[in-house]
């Protein structure tokens, strides 16, 4: 259109009525789609999606922390999104793209046909892969919380949860991350297409909020938005929400040792290293480092009768077997050759296989066995992978 | 001088309290107690031979009792899992060799990893001897 030449355009303004539609074509009216509410929505859940996923599949375990309160961020984008899906504006509502799966299969043939349809709002796939996001969204966050509390003790569920269960939950939000990972390749594959297709930019309809006012649009009923009832309704379930997290988050977690560190256990064994936590280890390794103290990896550490016997039953009564954090429930499955040895556990090995050695050199850190130089929490037994800080100095 | 005044009376407490230190009746006692038994007057010099040795015949990682306490014994050790030994001069740990139960307990447990055997009553004289005087 705009390279038509000067003296066709002066013919198309001589002939009245054309001129009118040629304006209207060169300057096409753009009608507002998308509410502020929906585009801050759809922004600020790309950010937090970004972040939850950096930090889940890319960044290490101390990242934990900033995951959550991602994760937390999406699900309170999902649920004020949903709320305003009833009380939005015309084309935030589901009444507006939820539509039946013969509309849908329809659609479909037509676009497979080449036949021209346009939505304004989102058309009837757009609309089952908004749902499908919102759905994968909300049930990752569901997954996330339970793995929260079984498998890390933290969160409002750690108190309930066991660690099997956390676990479960756990590979649950793997595979529905992945899945989500997907969407947004269809999500962002479709709008890319779509904007092909209907010759307009639906990403900087997003941003704007505007799109092109075409004959021919599918026109939906007008509809006013209730933006003081959907805000209530919002700020009540995330007080609501917020309140009761908050102070489930505060009960004992399920499982977790709360038993105070014998002082006797503490000064024999910390006299030359690190207390390791009784739950560091199940009751037959503890046994067989007693029955061994003579040659105590190298060394006389022999203890009288009395102060043996007294460790043995403390250990065995507060051995892996009575916890369920994650270090009780993965180092109880110790190297048989070495069954006292925490460094030598397969899932020792496997969670530290990445940190240098020159670290466990440092003088920072002193060695392999001095877990608090990087688990702030080691003493407890709970190991959360948010306190970890391995010292600056020690990083070569 | 305020200065010098100070400095003369930082120095006679000083002295002051290494000597009680050295005079523990506690220590006195233990280290009488090795002596009575080893029939032998106990010597520092030994003692500081004995310390400074390199042993064998207990554990490879342990020939001396330096290995772990460090050349100086006024300074701190640390163990072969990194953690700090306070320093065995009775002048700067005035509390050293002071708990018989201790003091066994540690000579049972070190003498067998560094010598591989126990160690003569002369033995722990002397050590404690040596200790007492730095």
């Known amino acids: ?33 998308w509410d502020s509410i929906v585009r801050s929505f ?3 859940l790309v950010a937090a999606i970004a972040l939850a996923a950096a930090t889940g599949y890319l960044a290490g375990a101390s990242w934990i922390d900033i995951h959550v309160w991602a994760g937390a961020a999406a699900a309170t984008l999902i649920v004020g999104r949903v709320v305003w899906g009833f009380f939005g504006t015309t084309h935030a509502r589901f009444s507006d793209f939820i539509v039946s799966p013969k509309t849908t299969l329809a659609h479909a043939r037509a676009l497979i046909a080449g036949r021209s349809e346009r939505h304004r709002g989102h058309n009837p796939l757009g609309a089952m892969m908004i749902v499908a996001l919102l759905l994968v969204t909300a049930a990752l966050a569901v997954t996330g919380v339970l793995a929260f509390g079984g498998v890390l003790k933290a969160g409002p569920l750690a108190f309930v949860m066991t660690f099997a269960a ?4 756990r590979q649950i939000h793997e595979a529905l991350a992945l899945m989500l990972l997907g969407l947004i390749g269809l999500h962002i594959a479709g709008a890319i297409f779509e904007s092909w297709r209907t010759r307009e930019n639906l990403v900087r309809a997003m941003v704007d909020g505007r799109k092109e006012v075409r004959p021919g649009d599918h026109v ?7 933006p003081l009832l959907a805000a209530s309704v919002v700020a009540v379930l995330f007080a609501a929400t917020a309140v009761i997290a908050w102070t489930l988050s505060l009960l004992p977690g399920h499982g977790v040792p709360v038993a105070k560190v014998d002082p006797v256990y503490a000064k024999e064994c910390g006299a030359c290293h690190t207390a390791y936590h009784p739950s560091l280890l199940p009751r037959a390794s503890w046994r067989a480092l007693l029955a061994g103290l003579d040659n105590h990896f190298g060394e006389d550490a022999s203890l009288d009768p009395a102060t043996a016997t007294r460790l043995a039953d403390y250990l065995a009564a507060n051995a892996a077997e009575t916890a369920d954090t994650l270090p009780a429930n993965r180092l109880r499955l110790v ?4 069954p006292f040895t925490i460094t030598a556990t397969p899932f020792w090995t496997r969670r530290h296989a990445g940190i240098p050695d020159a670290v466990f050199a440092s003088k920072a850190v002193r060695g392999r066995g001095n877990c608090v130089a990087c688990h702030a929490d080691a003493g407890s037994g709970r190991f959360y992978p948010g306190n970890i800080d391995v010292p600056d100095e020690a990083t070569p | 001088m305020k200065l010098k005044s100070i400095s003369i009376a930082v120095a006679a407490a000083l002295v002051t309290a290494s000597a009680g230190a050295l005079a523990d009746p506690a220590r006195q006692a233990i280290l009488d107690g090795y002596a009575a038994k080893a029939g ?3 010597s520092p010099e030994r003692g500081k031979a004995f310390f400074l040795a390199a042993h064998g ?4 990682e342990t020939a001396s009792c330096t290995s772990c306490h460090g050349q100086d014994p006024r300074s701190a050790g640390r163990t072969r899992a990194g953690k700090a030994i306070e320093p065995m001069a009775v002048s700067v740990m005035p509390g050293r060799f002071t708990d018989p139960a201790k003091v066994e307990k540690w000579f049972g447990r070190n003498c067998n990893t560094v010598l591989g055997r126990a160690c003569t009553d002369a033995e722990k004289a002397d050590f404690i001897a040596f200790m007492a005087s730095q």
Do not use: F, N, Y
């Open chain 2, 57 to 60: 015949g207990g554990k490879p």
């Open chain 1, 220 to 226: 939906s009923p007008q509809r006013q938005a209730q």
């Open chain 1, 42 to 44: 759809h922004w600020s």
């Open chain 2, 40 to 42: 032998t007057k106990p």
């Open chain 1, 1 to 33: 259109m705009h390279d038509r030449p000067h003296d066709q355009i002066a013919t198309a303004l001589a002939e009245g009525g054309v001129a009118s539609s040629l304006v209207a074509a060169r300057q096409p009216r753009r009608a507002r789609v």
């Open chain 1, 166 to 169: 956390g676990w479960t939950a």
């Open chain 1, 335 to 338: 190297d048989a050759a070495r």
